[in-house]
């Protein structure tokens, strides 16, 4: 799907693979590593992103939920990895819907910043932090559509959801195609 001059995708796949400007990270809120997708972004990025998250650490403290913080790719394809805390799924009591979008709402910031073209999103909460898939499906491509809308200046040219399961595979590619 396109909005305005930025086309939006999915793809099922390893997003450590994934060649676009930025990937963002499903981190948590040490910035450290971790299990699931973090701890593959860091391992196969190599220790360069270990050392400038610290650095971030060191001077901020830890990356509190819905916020964002850019490091290099290390030794990822991407040049560059956005790490953002999404929030742990509790049955909606604590405002999660909001706080997953301003994760993806913080990472199109950052990314625009930098004036980078492609942007790649792991399935953030979707995993371990036990967020539903379909609602954090959708909360992100209405985030990421209403980003485009409100900023039709963009240096982002694509946006790649990328799917490490086959039910959030076809969710996305379900909400994508209801949307043409």
Not at 69 to 98: C, D, M, Q, R
Not at 150 to 163: A, K, L
Request: proline residues 3%; charged residues 30%.
């Amino acid at each position: 799907m396109r909005i305005k001059n930025t086309e939006l995708r999915c793809e099922n796949g390893d997003i450590t693979k994934v060649k676009t400007d930025v990937i963002v990270n499903a981190a948590n809120s040490s910035l450290l590593g971790g299990g699931g997708v973090d701890g593959a972004i860091h391992r196969t990025g190599g220790p360069l992103i270990l050392d400038e998250c610290r650095k971030i650490v060191d001077r901020q403290g830890s990356c509190p939920v819905g916020e964002a913080v850019i490091t290099t790719g290390g030794k990822l394809p991407a040049k560059f990895v956005i790490h953002t805390v999404g929030p742990v799924w509790s049955y909606g009591k604590n405002n999660e819907e909001e706080k997953l979008r301003k994760c993806y709402r913080n990472s199109l910031k950052i990314a625009e910043d930098k004036q980078l073209e492609s942007i790649a999103f792991s399935n953030i909460s979707t995993g371990t932090y036990g967020f539903p898939k379909e609602t954090a499906g959708r909360a992100a491509l209405d985030e990421v559509k209403k980003y485009f809308i409100q900023t039709p200046d963009t240096t982002i040219r694509e946006v790649v959801f990328v799917c490490l399961d086959d039910e959030n595979f076809e969710i996305y590619e379900e909400l994508l195609e209801s949307e043409k």
